[in-house]
DNA sequence: AGGATGATTGCCT
DNA sequence: GGCAATCATCCTC
């Protein structure tokens, strides 16, 4: 299993993505093991940086091994890995394991399995927002702890766009109860 | 300068 | 299952 050598980021989205089910994501020390992300590259008409570089999508053409944090619809943050130029692993689910009581504030109360169930989701449990755009991953207040054993891992297609939508990018834990939607 | 849109979520029927 | 919330970004005029 590759986990986490200073090179981890420097290779294709969908080859981090699979290697990143498990990992355990904290943010200040809050967080657990992902197991939902899915990828997203320039040549692909569902990524925002599909039709090149632009003031939002400028961190996903920075180093690899940052952080991309994008706003949606108005409301939500959203949570990248950026890989390779152009490309990147948007965070879409993680099993809350370290900092419960933080979650279930930030989140109203909501049940466990709900805590980071979708991107949007696991950004209000972790606290992440634009003030963590372009950050490195691996120092404060990030922290990204390789998994003890392998896991399960399943594809299939990423969820909520309207482009590229057969492109099988979405890699989730098998099995796992915090996915945001089972797989299809 | 104006309008359409979105890698979502939660509430309503 | 349907749909409103809510606004920065991006494209077109």
Request: charged content about 15%.
């Amino acid at each position: 299993m590759t986990v986490l050598t200073p090179t981890f980021f420097h290779r294709p989205a969908p080859d981090v993505a699979r290697d990143l089910i498990g990992v355990t994501l904290l943010v200040d020390g809050v967080g657990g093991p992902m197991v939902e992300v899915e990828a997203y590259d320039q040549t692909d008409p569902a990524s925002h940086s599909f039709k090149g570089p632009t003031p939002r999508n400028a961190a996903m053409f920075g180093p690899p091994g940052h952080a991309y944090v994008y706003k949606i619809y108005g409301i939500h943050w959203c949570l990248n890995f950026v890989c390779q130029p152009g490309s990147a692993v948007l965070i879409r689910a993680l099993e809350p394991l370290h900092g419960l009581t933080q979650m279930q504030e930030r989140r109203g109360g909501m049940p466990e399995r709900q805590l980071c169930s979708g991107p949007g989701k696991l950004c209000q449990a972790l606290d992440v927002g634009i003030t963590h755009n372009g950050l490195p991953l691996d120092a404060a207040p990030f922290a990204l702890v390789p998994p003890d054993q392998s896991h399960d891992i399943a594809t299939g297609p990423r969820i909520g766009i309207t482009k590229g939508v057969e492109t099988p990018w979405r890699f989730v834990r098998r099995g796992s109860p915090f996915l945001s939607k089972p797989l299809r």
